[in-house]
T-cell receptor, first 110, second 115 residues
Framework: SQQGEEDPQALSIQEGENATMNCSYK?????LQWYRQNSGRGLVHLIL?????REKHSGRLRVTLDTSKKSSSLLITASRAADTASYFC??????????FGAGTTVTVRA | KAGVTQTPRYLIKTRGQQVTLSCSPI?????VSWYQQTPGQGLQFLFE???????NKGNFPGRFSGRQFSNSRSEMNVSTLELGDSALYLC??????????????FGEGSRLTVL
């Protein structure tokens, strides 16, 4: 079963705009990660945020985590065509299984 | 250094057959985990191996099995294939196992089609 739910399911934006997607989960977690997948290929790790952290940055990426609301958000600033991909959140719980959400498909229009 | 290598990349089988998929992790990584990705169910955890021992298992029937060798390479096997087993099978490696795994490094996947 999937622990995380991403919202929205799909997102279409103009190049240069920001893209924001959210992930909600059901049970307490040890950490939360975001991954990117291009067109049915392997997943690429973007960022990991631990349960005691509230915000993390990596280049044009900003991730927040609100454990009280059991939610996380991923912001991609100044989007590029190369950012077109599916984005997944993944949570690690006490049972150490990594559980992925259904993903948000982002399309960046030139 | 070389990434995670999965073979074969594509394969077609018929119902009732069995299939073996292979995964070579990044050099030095001792943990290998497997995931099934389908449009309907998304990414589902199959199992995780660390130092040749299965550390964790997802909710899949016994037809799905795996193993890890002393060089950390892993194989997964699916017996008595069903149409619903058609999926992209992804392997990921990491230095550590379970909750300490941190970042996972994924291969490109093996796309299985069952006819």
């Amino acid at each position: 079963s999937q622990q995380g739910e991403e919202d929205p399911q799909a997102l279409s934006i103009q190049e240069g705009e920001n893209a924001t997607m959210n992930c909600s989960y059901k049970t307490s977690i040890n950490n939360l990660q975001w991954y990117r997948q291009n067109s049915g290929r392997g997943l690429v790790h973007l960022i990991l945020i631990r349960s005691n952290e509230r915000e993390k940055h990596s280049g044009r990426l900003r991730v927040t985590l609100d454990t009280s609301k059991k939610s996380s958000s991923l912001l991609i600033t100044a989007s590029r065509a190369a950012d077109t991909a599916s984005y997944f959140c993944a949570t690690t719980r006490d049972d150490y299984k990594l559980s992925f959400g259904a993903g948000t498909t982002v399309t960046v229009r030139a | 250094k070389a990434g995670v290598t999965q073979t074969p990349r594509y394969l077609i089988k018929t119902r009732g057959q069995q299939v073996t998929l292979s995964c070579s992790p990044i050099s030095g990584h001792r943990s290998v985990s497997w995931y099934q990705q389908t449009p309907g169910q998304g990414l589902q955890f199959l199992f995780e191996y660390f130092s040749e021992t299965q550390r964790n298992k997802g909710n899949f029937p016994g037809r799905f099995s795996g193993r890890q060798f002393s060089n950390s390479r892993s194989e997964m096997n699916v017996s008595t294939l069903e149409l619903g087993d058609s999926a992209l099978y992804l392997c990921a490696s990491s230095l550590f196992a379970g909750g300490d795994a941190g970042e996972l490094f994924f291969g490109e996947g093996s796309r299985l089609t069952v006819l």
